[in-house]
Antibody, heavy 117, light 106 residues
Framework: QLRLQESGPGLVKPSETLSLICTVSGGSINHRSYYWGWMRQSPGSGLEWIGNILYTGRTDSQSSLWNRVTISIDTSKNQFSLKLNSVTAADTAVYYC?????????WGPGALVTVSS | EIVLTQSPATLSLSPGERATLSCRASQSISTYLGWYQQKPGQAPRLLIYDASNRATGIPARFSGSGSGTDFTLIISSLEPEDFALYFCQERSSWPHITFGQGTRLE
């Protein structure tokens, strides 16, 4: 069974860069049919799509975040990552990594990232 | 940009009752709609894909319908574990993804 796990700092200072890694186990990230995505959920709020990446390295991201977001993939480590720069308190959220095949099929448990000085 | 509007925001029912949740798209999305359930402290879980297909392991009391702009998730007889947050999500503008704001079933 495929499992995803987010990892990274839980506290980031304003104006700095949020960095998260998603480690995939139980299957290969190098799969031509799957996209790998990042979603987030602010406290008490709904879900927001951040962006996706394919094993080829092709990325797509939310237009409101595109100039701050970098998503990359490391097939040798079965990992993909998220970097969000110039963070503010509005970026405080639970961040989820997700396997996408038509729909969001498998989710990591989520990682709470708080932006605060 | 497609906007998904879910209603009601909160639905108050009792176990054994029937729940009807709505998701309306700002423009036609064919049947490219999914429904997710999220319990407190957990990640969302896919319930329904392509508007009416149950995902693997989802009980038969969950059903989805609709096409175009109007979609419905029905839980035929509520179990205690069904009280949660429900989201709809569209993929007609793939690889871009849009979520509804959610319906809380309490």
């Amino acid at each position: 069974q495929l499992r995803l796990q987010e990892s990274g700092p839980g506290l980031v200072k304003p104006s700095e860069t949020l960095s998260l890694i998603c480690t995939v186990s139980g299957g290969s990230i190098n799969h031509r049919s799957y996209y790998w995505g990042w979603m987030r959920q602010s406290p008490g709020s709904g879900l927001e799509w951040i962006g996706n990446i394919l094993y080829t390295g092709r990325t797509d991201s939310q237009s409101s975040l595109w100039n701050r977001v970098t998503i990359s993939i490391d097939t040798s480590k079965n990992q993909f990552s998220l970097k969000l720069n110039s963070v503010t308190a509005a970026d405080t959220a639970v961040y989820y990594c997700v396997r996408i095949w038509r729909y969001l099929e498998d989710w990591g448990p989520g990682a709470l990232v708080t932006v605060s000085s | 940009e497609i906007v998904l509007t879910q209603s009601p925001a909160t639905l108050s029912l009792s176990p054994g009752e029937r729940a009807t949740l709505s998701c309306r798209a700002s423009q036609s999305i064919s049947t490219y709609l999914g429904w997710y359930q999220q319990k407190p402290g957990q990640a969302p879980r896919l319930l329904i894909y392509d508007a009416s297909n149950r995902a693997t392991g989802i009980p038969a009391r969950f059903s989805g319908s609709g096409s175009g702009t109007d979609f419905t998730l029905i839980i035929s007889s509520l179990e205690p574990e069904d009280f949660a947050l429900y989201f709809c999500q569209e993929r007609s503008s793939w690889p871009h993804i849009t979520f509804g704001q959610g319906t809380r079933l309490e």
